[in-house]
């Protein structure tokens, strides 16, 4: 079976600049999770989703951050315009039940420059 | 400060060693995770647990709710077991996910 996959693995762009970052789920799991880890701080939770909905999304640092998953299989998170705070690693990860194990996928470092 | 608290932050062990992580959090959870991140890797979730122990090969995790401490236990250390050791719990309220800093454990041979 598949793990959690994200696209890109890497990605630079400028201050300003727009990215989107996708993940792909395991099949059949209806909760997915989007964290985010800055340099030298600890994980941070963005938002969950469960199948298509946003159940929380308290962790989103602001407006620039618009996070989709239409259809309920997986998602996007889109940052416009980038600032250079921007930067780190953006993880997702999905699990079939709230209460379930999550597992994680590898994560897309951004690079703001 | 942070709700989650992981101490030490770093930690070097001889091969063989018993290895102990320790997190402490300050909010009320409905689970606890330990988390494991390899150099240049990605995170792998070790155990989830709620109350009591759990034990998978040489790796326990305790918790004690009353507390709101958790340890991660590593009886015979090796060197592939050399990475970074993550607390994350979820919170009671709501769905709230706060994680520590993360251990970053070097076992030598």
Known sequence: EAG?????????????????????????HDNLYWYRRVMGKEIKFLLHFVKESKQDESGMPNNRFLAERTGGTYSTLKVQPAELE?????????????????YFGPGTRLTVL | KNEVE???QNLTAQEGEFITINCSYSVGISALHWLQQH????????FMLSSGKKKHGRLIAT???QEKHSS???????PRD?????CAVRTNTGNQFYFGTGTS???IP
């Open chain 2, 72 to 78: 991660l236990h590593i009886t015979a250390s090796h």
């Open chain 1, 4 to 28: 959690v996959t994200q696209f890109p693995s890497h990605s630079v762009i400028e201050k300003g600049q727009t990215v989107t970052l996708r993940c792909d789920p395991i099949s059949g």
């Open chain 1, 86 to 102: 921007d930067s780190g690693v953006y993880f997702c990860a999905s699990s079939q039940f709230r209460t379930d194990t999550q």
């Open chain 2, 105 to 107: 454990l070097t076992v």
């Open chain 2, 63 to 65: 918790i004690n709710i």
């Open chain 2, 39 to 46: 150099p240049g890797g990605g995170i792998v979730s070790l």
């Open chain 2, 6 to 8: 992981q101490s030490p």
């Open chain 2, 82 to 86: 050399s990475a970074v050791y993550i």
